[in-house]
Nanobody, 124 residues
Framework: QVQLVESGGGLVQAGGSLRLSCAAS????????MGWFRQAPGKEREFVAA????????YYADSLKGRFTISRDNAKNTVYLQMNSLKVEDTAVYYC?????????????????WGQGTQVTVSS
């Protein structure tokens, strides 16, 4: 079956960096647009970033442009999220997702598959 397994979350001080990874299995990775979402306590899940099948097209939530970078390695069936200049408000569970869609549409359409999430906590 399809599995998306996130890793790389943890506790970091404000201003620091983290790189999340999501390893995919059970699907033809290069067929899918990959994305990251996050859900903070008491809030709805929100779109973070997406990348199309070959990495040429990326799309970000407006509030995160310039601090977060999404990338993928199709040879390793892995998508990454580099997060820099982290803020306390970036604290959330971060979810990896796979969908048959465009990067721009990833946030508007329910993905086909979700990972289990990884906790990111940014302290002040």
């Amino acid at each position: 079956q399809v599995q998306l397994v996130e890793s790389g979350g943890g506790l970091v001080q404000a201003g620091g960096s983290l790189r999340l990874s999501c390893a995919a299995s059970g699907l033809t990775f290069s067929d899918y647009t990959m994305g990251w979402f996050r859900q903070a306590p008491g809030k709805e899940r929100e779109f973070v970033a997406a990348i199309n099948w070959n990495g040429v097209s990326t799309y970000y939530a407006d509030s995160l442009k310039g601090r977060f970078t999404i990338s993928r390695d199709n040879a390793k069936n892995t998508v990454y999220l580099q997060m820099n200049s982290l803020k306390v408000e970036d604290t959330a569970v971060y979810y990896c997702a796979a969908g048959i869609t465009t990067a721009r549409s990833m946030g508007a359409r329910p993905p086909n598959y979700w990972g289990q999430g990884t906790q990111v906590t940014v302290s002040s």
